[in-house]
């Protein structure tokens, strides 16, 4: 391009709209046009990043449609503001070199959640960045506790989440399984529209103290705060230690046996011990200790 122009500097400060068209106007000023006194601008990014939105708003009136759905805009189209002042609404682009995953692509909105074929990877990074306490108060339910051999802090998998879900939620399959994908497009859905807010933390801060920090300062409300309290409530006395952890029934019903014995190898018998086969010396109230077989001994 011809002449020279002012370096342009991104701000998060919001501008009206004549101030955006002003800067359209500054950014361009000097520069060779494609048409002799017509100013071309063409707005390109990411799906589902506003668009189409931020045209409709310069013009004051629904010309280009929207969608909450990524891709709605299917061609490239021309719109004047005025008579040299053009705006381009294009098609969104879909860069992957620019992200490290296809699942963060969609937990960003970029790919449309409803032609979703794998829901795993994506149910899994939303796993990661919304702790479990969140999850259950959003959605009043109970995700299954890490066995006790597990980590007690790690993150609950994607099944788990699904399959409570489904369970609350009624969403079952054919075969009265959880229908795990339909509960999937649930989650990444609010994901995606914030009901599952995930703050990225600032430069050079880690993310896990970060959103530590963040759930601190953010109370549960309402439905959430409700179900949060029941759940304290309903928890016995004593089952602080273990509460992150699921107890295995055959575990307990080993570890709990009232009438538990020591056997030892061979005919004699060592104090305090009985002989390997020997029945259990009868006791009780009115049995003398130590009454047993004297053949035995």
């Keep these: 391009a011809g002449g020279s122009a002012p370096p342009v ?24 046009k494609v048409r002799e006194g017509e100013l071309t601008v063409g707005l390109v990014g990411y799906p589902n990043v506003g668009k189409s939105s ?135 859905k609010d994901f995606v529209t914030g009901k599952l807010l995930y703050c990225h933390p600032p430069p050079g801060m880690d993310a896990e103290l970060f959103q530590q920090g963040l759930q601190r300062l953010r109370p549960l409300k309402g439905a959430a705060a409700a179900a949060a309290a029941q759940r304290n409530r309903e928890q016995p006395p004593g089952r602080s230690a273990k509460a992150k952890q699921a107890e295995n029934p055959v575990d307990l019903a080993f570890f709990h046996q009232e009438h538990v014995r020591a056997l030892t190898r061979g005919n004699r018998a060592r104090p305090g011990y009985p002989a390997a086969g020997a029945a259990h010396p009868p006791s009780g109230p009115g049995l003398a200790d130590g009454a047993g077989k004297p053949w035995k001994r």
Excluded at 14 to 29: K, T
Aim: hydrophobic residues 35%; charged residues 25%; aromatic residues 4%.
């Design 54 to 188: 931020t045209i409709n708003t310069i013009l004051g009136k629904k010309k280009v449609s929207v969608s909450a759905t990524p891709g709605r805009t299917k061609h490239f189209q021309t719109l004047f503001v005025e008579p040299s002042l053009c705006l381009c609404d294009c098609p969104g682009l879909v860069m992957p070199s620019f992200v490290s995953t296809k699942a963060e692509m969609v937990c960003s909105g970029i790919l449309p959640i409803d032609q979703l074929r794998d829901h795993v990877p994506p149910v899994t990074l939303l796993c990661q960045r919304i702790p479990r306490p969140v999850l259950e108060a959003t959605y009043g339910i109970s995700i299954l506790r890490p066995r006790e051999d597990e980590d007690p802090d790690r993150t609950p998998t994607p099944e788990e989440l699904l399959s409570a879900l489904g369970c609350m939620r009624g969403f079952m399959t054919d075969h009265g399984q959880p229908d795990q994908p339909r509960s999937a497009r649930l989650v990444l």
């Design 9 to 32: 500097r991104n701000s998060s400060r919001l501008v009206q709209r004549e101030e955006l068209l002003e800067l359209f106007r500054a950014a361009h000023a000097g520069r060779k």
